[in-house]
Structures are given as C-alpha cells and as structure tokens.
C-alpha cells in the first residue's frame, strides 16, 4: 500500500538553528498537509496545499515557518530560527478528493529543540 | 465556525470490557472518518462514513454516523491491550480538514 514519505524521522537541533523536513505525498495525491502534534494533543493544521498552491496558512508562524511544493509533488517545511516551543511531532499527510479526502499520514518528524 | 468535540477525553478500561467514543459537531457533517494513533506514533486511517444512519463493522469495532449527520461513534468490544491508543474523528468541511479532539483509550490487563 503506498504510502506517505517523511524524513528526518527524528531531528534535534539547537534553538536559533535552522531545520527542514521533508515530505513525498502517496502518488497522485494533490492534496497535501503539513501539521504539528504536541504530545498529548491532536493535531494542528499548518499549511495546505492544493497542487503547488497554498490553500490555507493561517495557523502557520509566517515569521519563522515556510513550506513549499514547489512543483506540486513533494514539499518541505522549514523553521528558521528554531525556538524551545517547536518542539513537536511534525506530520505531512495527503488526500485527493476522489478518495473521499480522507487523509492519509506520514510517520511524523519528530522534533527537539534544545 | 465548525468544532467537533469528542467525548470523554480519557477512558480507561478493563481489558475485555466495551468502549465508546463519541464525536459530536456543531454543524452537519459530508462525511466522517476515524483514525488511531497508537502512542508514539502517528494517525492510521481506520474508515469512513458517509451515509445518514451508516453502520460499519471492522471485526471488534463498530462505527456509526448519526441520522442527522452531526454525530458519530466508535465502540469497542471486548477490548484488548492492542487497542491502546488515542481515537480521532474527522471530517473534510467545507473549507477545511477537522479534527476532533479525540479519546484516549488505556486498557488495564
């Protein structure tokens, strides 16, 4: 069955530093998520993209978060510069409205920042 | 705007003993999905619901969207230490993917 591709799968960097996960969507897929997941919590939508475009950001951190999908397959999430409080379990997930949107996720990049 | 709530936010049980969870939306819902997280990792898809009143069965689990669209369930019977985890619904909305706030189920052996 395929599946939805994340690395690193487990990242620890210093605070101010900056770190990029990567992500690849099941194939065909044209919708694709990055969330964060706070241990503990459910997640929270970052970025969605339709194809290469963005559909919704407001709940991303503009100031220090960016992601891409440059050509509307694979996309990358960065943090520049890393805080304390970004420490978090990131998932990318993807959907295509044929499959009933439902989403499908990735293992997660889990993130520590010391 | 759309909130979806799950009801109760932790369970514990007795291994063999049902469960349920309850997801409950302010507004009607297109669909509804469930997922799983086990701890540590991340949310597996466990099916979807589209129909008023559709009943799905999964061996143990049974899934249910409420006739008026705006509520669903997941019921567990006879659980086992393996259904450990945190159970989500979800829905795609009209603008927007939600998540419940989903239940965390521990199993006592």
């Known amino acids: 069955e395929a599946e939805v591709a994340q690395s690193p799968r487990y990242k620890i960097t210093e605070k101010s530093q900056a770190v990029a996960f990567w992500c690849d969507p099941i194939s065909g897929h044209a919708t694709l998520y990055w969330y964060r997941q706070i241990l503990g919590q459910g997640p929270e939508l970052l970025v969605q993209?339709?194809?290469?475009?963005?559909?919704?950001d407001s709940q991303l951190p503009k100031d220090r978060f960016s992601a891409e999908r440059l050509k509307g397959v694979d996309s990358t999430l960065k943090i520049q510069p890393a805080e304390l409080g970004d420490s978090a379990m990131y998932l990318c997930?993807?959907?295509?409205?044929?499959?009933?949107?439902?989403?499908?996720f990735g293992e997660g990049s889990w993130l520590t920042v010391v | 705007g759309q909130q979806v709530m799950q009801i109760p936010q932790y369970q514990h049980v007795q291994e063999g003993e049902d469960f349920t969870t309850y997801c409950n939306s302010s507004t009607t819902l297109s669909n509804i999905q469930w997922y799983k997280q086990r701890p540590g990792g991340h949310p597996v898809f466990l099916i979807q619901l589209v129909k008023s009143g559709e009943v799905k069965k999964q061996k143990r689990l049974t899934f249910q969207f409420g006739e008026a669209k705006k509520n669903s369930s997941l019921h567990i019977t006879a659980t086992q230490t393996t259904d450990v985890g945190t159970y989500f619904c979800g829905s795609s909305g009209t603008y927007k993917y939600i998540f419940g706030t989903g239940t965390r189920l521990k199993v006592l052996a």
């Open positions: 993209f339709q194809d290469e475009s963005v559909v919704d």
């Open positions: 997930a993807s959907s295509n409205r044929d499959k009933g949107n439902t989403i499908y």
